[in-house]
């Protein structure tokens, strides 16, 4: 699979990285461990580096399902993993936390999870109004110098706070969803990492699950997938929504590949450090998101796509409210 660089230190990645979450957490049961074990190293044989976690997925189950799966070839890919919330006894989440000290804290039971002496790319899984840009980003700094973290990342982050952070420690990477259905990111938080020179990390680039065509309507989710308390999949959404969907699948149709292809595909040819990281809990989609890695598009290509998109309002929040209240801040 071919490289690409995030951020101005040359953090070199696969185009295509894994987003691990669902293995754990957010789509129902977690899978079982072997399973996802078989899948992460799969993916690495298949030229996937770049793999995302969470200490928020599980929580912590995520970190320690990668940490043993990638420990026989810990040196030759990138963990990236993120900080930011605190939790309760039962493992929910329980509000924000990027206090310095926390930070640090986080950092080091992250260490032993992920069975490694250093995290090649740590996050702040959300802004957290309550602590100063600066001393989350002065706090990575000190892990940096320390050894403990090659690379700084924002998840979710708006723009005023990406410049703040940027100036006290370089920002290697944003994470954010970007997709076909969720464009949002080329009205500012592009243009900006472009000027800055920061890579981007679309997460659900497939717009969880919903461009690959395999959900419609009447589509059934397990009782613990998050999706339920989605806007944008209500059966109404959905069916409204099967219009994007419908667009998509004629132009993969033409080019002889699929949905999933044809949105990562484009995501891909947006710009040179922008790496998508699709999450599956199945080998055969695994095989076909890596697919999209040699899918050409042309420029016209990718105008017809951009025209077909735009003329499809998509209905729904991509957040229930109050996770909405989180991003962009």
Same mark, same amino acid.
């Given at each position: 699979?071919?490289?690409?660089?995030?951020?101005?230190?040359?953090?070199?990645?696969? /185009?295509?990285?894994?987003?691990?979450?669902?293995?754990?957490?957010?789509?129902?049961?977690?899978?079982?461990?072997?399973? /996802?074990?078989?899948?992460?190293?799969? /993916?690495?044989?298949?030229?996937?580096?770049?793999?995302?976690?969470?200490?928020?997925?599980?929580?912590?189950?995520?970190?320690?399902?990668?940490?043993? &799966?990638?420990?026989?070839?810990?040196?030759?890919?990138?963990?990236?993993?993120?900080?930011?919330?605190?939790?309760?006894?039962?493992?929910?989440?329980?509000?924000?936390?990027?206090?310095?000290?926390?930070?640090?804290?986080? &950092?080091?039971?992250?260490?032993?999870?992920?069975?490694?002496?250093?995290?090649?790319?740590?996050?702040?899984?959300?802004?957290?109004?309550? =602590?100063?840009?600066?001393?989350?980003?002065?706090? =990575?700094? *000190?892990?940096?110098?320390?050894?403990?973290?090659?690379?700084?990342?924002?998840?979710?982050?708006?723009?005023?706070?990406?410049?703040?952070?940027?100036?006290?420690?370089?920002?290697?990477?944003?994470?954010?969803?970007?997709?076909?259905?969720?464009?949002?990111?080329?009205?500012?938080?592009?243009?900006?990492?472009?000027?800055?020179?920061?890579?981007?990390?679309?997460?659900?680039?497939?717009?969880?699950?919903?461009?690959?065509?395999?959900?419609?309507?009447?589509?059934?989710?397990?009782?613990?997938?998050?999706?339920?308390?989605?806007?944008?999949?209500?059966?109404?959404?959905?069916?409204?929504?099967?219009?994007?969907?419908?667009?998509?699948?004629?132009?993969?149709?033409?080019?002889? =590949?699929?949905?999933?292809?044809?949105?990562?595909?484009?995501?891909?040819?947006?710009?040179?450090?922008?790496?998508?990281?699709?999450?599956?809990?199945?080998?055969?989609?695994? *095989? *076909?998101?890596?697919?999209?890695?040699?899918?050409?598009?042309?420029?016209?290509?990718?105008?017809?796509?951009? *025209? /077909?998109?735009?003329? =499809?309002?998509?209905?729904?929040?991509?957040?229930?409210?109050?996770?909405?209240?989180?991003?962009?801040?």
């Amino acid at each position: 699979m071919q490289k690409r660089i995030l951020g101005k230190n040359g953090l070199e990645v696969s /185009a295509l990285g894994l987003g691990c979450m669902g293995l754990s957490y957010a789509y129902g049961p977690a899978t079982d461990k072997q399973d /996802a074990i078989k899948l992460i190293r799969m /993916a690495f044989e298949r030229g996937v580096t770049l793999f995302d976690t969470a200490e928020a997925y599980g929580p912590f189950k995520n970190e320690e399902l990668l940490g043993e &799966a990638l420990a026989s070839f810990r040196d030759q890919v990138v963990i990236a993993t993120k900080f930011g919330f605190k939790f309760d006894d039962n493992g929910g989440q329980s509000g924000m936390d990027s206090r310095p000290e926390h930070i640090k804290a986080v &950092a080091e039971a992250a260490l032993k999870r992920l069975k490694t002496d250093r995290i090649d790319l740590f996050y702040q899984h959300r802004v957290d109004t309550e =602590v100063p840009m600066e001393d989350v980003a002065g706090a =990575v700094k *000190e892990l940096i110098r320390a050894g403990k973290v090659k690379h700084f990342g924002l998840s979710e982050a708006g723009a005023h706070s990406i410049r703040r952070a940027h100036a006290v420690q370089p920002v290697t990477a944003l994470q954010s969803e970007y997709s076909l259905w969720w464009r949002e990111p080329e009205k500012e938080i592009l243009p900006l990492c472009e000027e800055l020179g920061i890579g981007f990390v679309p997460f659900s680039p497939l717009g969880r699950g919903f461009l690959t065509g395999a959900i419609d309507e009447n589509t059934q989710f397990d009782s613990k997938d998050f999706r339920n308390n989605v806007p944008r999949f209500t059966p109404e959404a959905r069916k409204a929504n099967q219009t994007l969907v419908d667009a998509i699948g004629q132009l993969a149709a033409q080019k002889k =590949v699929t949905p999933a292809q044809i949105a990562l595909a484009w995501l891909l040819a947006q710009k040179p450090w922008i790496v998508p990281i699709p999450g599956t809990t199945k080998l055969h989609r695994l *095989e *076909e998101n890596l697919g999209a890695a040699a899918v050409k598009l042309s420029p016209d290509d990718a105008r017809r796509i951009r *025209e /077909a998109v735009e003329g =499809v309002t998509v209905q729904g929040e991509r957040y229930p409210a109050h996770l909405q209240a989180r991003v962009g801040r």
